[in-house]
């Protein structure tokens, strides 16, 4: 899975975080960040700047990720032991989860089995759904007919004791790569979300009032998501106001995978100008900057030497811009392969990154070991799209777009120009529509290149700019926006599980939040499908090369560009240390502030 948001996206395809020293000696740290949805649960958007602020309040999954990207049982802290698991007759597997007594909610309330299953009914059940959440649990017995309102009963999750639930997984969902993934998932807090409503433990699952779970569903739609005040992570929420989230750190935590309280009292998260981030760090205004990817900036904070420390890594992740494949010229293949062969990327990356930037050809990331294993296959196998106005014509020879305005003479390469444009039989013109985020080198950079570039192969070419949290709105909401474009300009960066089911398969392809660039391949369905049930890392690595191919040819995002995260913190900030799978809010109980 990714961020896209990943989880996903950042406006300028790169996350620029800054931190702001409040006066001296205050145990605080000021993170800015790009615009926040305001959605501090999951379920609703997929905007990375939000998810920061979710692992800072949740916590108690019963599965962490290391600093190396292994999905771990968290044994330290939150579970009795690793789960017991069972296969059962009909083909499913159930795992059993006990809790260490003693956790608690901010409020002083215990955390208790009660909690996590009521966060996976919840957000398996219809309310959910209709309360415009995306459902989660897909992969559990009974979700189909549960998620449907057939049911009154999740079958596959049960309270077995105030410590003991399981979850039961279909045997059509198995084997699967990462299913340490089925059970992740941190508790809410049934005592404040539910307290009135019916959860009976049955032998055949969870019993619930449907009426009274769909009430549930919209008050945390409208009420929760914004303001979760009633958190077990390491901070607790204060406050969003004036693009401002307000943190303190909570009491009542019982620590993170190493068994860590956070030592920093206060954090603040808020809404910058990213293009000052380093100058405001040099300035000493900001204690910290987190996932620079620009060369100005880099050199810049690299130059005080000792005054910072300085941690780099393969990102996790990479630029790109995302094309449509559900509307417009971009649905069919000839054409996005044409503009892949009008973007120069190696540009695009010396933009802003100069030398700090390099090649992304496929849906990877550079810090993913399979990547790191494979890096001459790669090079080898996979289609760059060098730059090149004569393959980019051919594509196009190839689609739909072979037309003058008659629609019947075939195009003239040789004459196109911003006056001589394609056209398919029915005399419409090959036109695309992009939107870009303002105050954004990769924008500008791409816009003088397409601009340039299309009427070179008789396409007209527009490029909207808007703020970021337009821009993911109509991206993430996708036939149902009301303003569509064929391509954006964004960033992805994968989660704990590198899963690209929810992001390809053609049965999303229609689902907002899901599948984002709408794609719907039979061949490549299958795939992510081999891919997900893998049994073994060899079965895995020769899945991922043959998904790789056919999301190459595919293309349903052009990788732009990837890099090395560089992350820079004042000497006052001690214990700073990042990887590409724990980020400084994964990491914040290691943090002090001097």
């Known amino acids: 899975m990714k961020k896209l948001l990943t989880l996903a996206a950042a406006a300028l395809m790169a996350v620029s975080l800054a931190g702001c020293g409040g006066e001296k000696n205050e145990n605080k740290l000021v ?12 379920g609703v958007t997929n905007n990375s700047y939000d998810a920061d602020v979710r692992k800072l309040i949740h916590g108690y999954n019963p599965v962490d990720v290391d600093n190396d990207g292994n999905l771990i049982w968290e044994t330290k802290v939150t579970l009795d032991g690793d789960p017991k698991t069972e296969e059962n007759k009909d083909g499913s597997k159930t795992f059993t989860i006990k809790l260490k007594d003693g956790l ?46 057939k049911t009154d009963v999740l079958a596959g999750v049960k309270k077995i004791d105030d410590l003991t639930f399981s979850v039961t997984i279909s045997k059509e969902n198995l084997p699967y790569y990462w299913e340490k993934r089925f059970v992740m998932g941190e508790p809410l807090p049934k005592h404040v979300l539910a307290k009135d409503a019916k959860f009976e433990a049955t032998d055949e699952g969870t019993k619930v009032n449907l009426k009274e779970l769909a009430d549930v569903a919209v008050n945390v739609k409208n009420d929760y998501i914004k303001n979760p005040t009633v958190t077990c992570g390491a901070y607790s929420f204060k406050g969003y106001k004036n693009k401002q989230v307000q943190l303190e750190a909570n009491k009542e935590y019982a620590g993170d995978w190493k068994g860590k309280k956070p030592a920093i009292e206060k954090i603040v998260m808020k809404s910058l100008d990213a293009d000052k981030d380093a100058d405001t760090l040099v300035a000493g ?49 000839n054409v996005r392969h044409a503009i892949g062969y009008l973007i120069n990327t190696d540009s695009i990356s010396n933009a802003a990154m100069k030398g700090y930037g390099y090649a992304c050809y496929s849906d990877y990331g550079p810090a993913q070991k399979v990547y790191q294993k494979n890096k001459e296959w790669v090079k080898k196998e996979l289609n760059p799209y060098t730059f090149s106005i004569d393959k980019a014509n051919e594509a196009l020879n190839e689609s739909p777009y072979r037309f003058e305005k008659d629609g019947s003479t075939p195009f003239d390469s040789s004459k196109a120009s911003a006056d001589y444009l394609r056209y398919n039989e029915k005399g419409e013109v090959l036109s695309i529509s992009h939107i870009g985020t303002e105050k954004n080198p990769i924008t500008d950079n791409i816009k003088l290149q397409l601009t340039k570039n299309a009427p070179l192969v008789g396409m007209k070419y527009e490029i909207t700019v808007k703020d970021f949290a337009t821009m993911i709105k109509c991206y993430s ?27 390809v398969h053609g049965k999303y392809a229609e689902y907002p939040n899901y599948n984002p660039s709408g794609i719907n391949d039979d061949e490549l369905n299958k795939i992510v499908e081999k891919l997900r049930a893998s049994s073994s890392t060899e079965e895995y690595e020769a899945n991922w090369k043959e998904y790789q191919k056919r999301w190459n040819y595919l293309l349903p995002v052009i990788p732009t560009y990837t890099n090395d995260y560089y992350d820079f913190a004042s000497s006052k900030v001690k214990g700073f240390k990042t990887t590409p799978f724990r980020n400084w809010a994964k990491n914040i109980c290691n943090f002090t502030i001097e």
Request: proline share 4%.
């Open 104 to 149: 608690k909610w901010n409020d002083g309330e215990p955390v208790t089995a009660d909690d996590y299953v009521f966060n996976f009914v919840l957000r398996a059940s219809n309310g959910w759904t209709k309360a415009g959440c995306n459902p989660t649990g897909v992969e559990i017995v009974g979700f189909n007919q549960f998620n449907e309102g």
């Open 477 to 503: 909401e996708k036939q149902k926006s009301d303003v569509q474009y064929n391509v954006y300009n964004m960033a992805t960066a994968y989660t704990e599980v590198p899963d690209p089911h929810d992001e």
């Open 285 to 333: 205004e900001v204690d910290l900057i987190f996932g620079v990817v620009e060369a100005e900036k880099i050199d810049k904070v690299k130059e005080k030497g000792d005054a910072y420390t300085v941690v780099h890594y393969p990102r996790n992740g990479y630029g790109t811009m995302p094309l449509s494949c559900y509307y417009g010229a971009t649905q069919d293949v």
């Open 31 to 42: 993170v800015g960040t790009q615009d926040m949805n305001g959605d501090f649960v999951d």
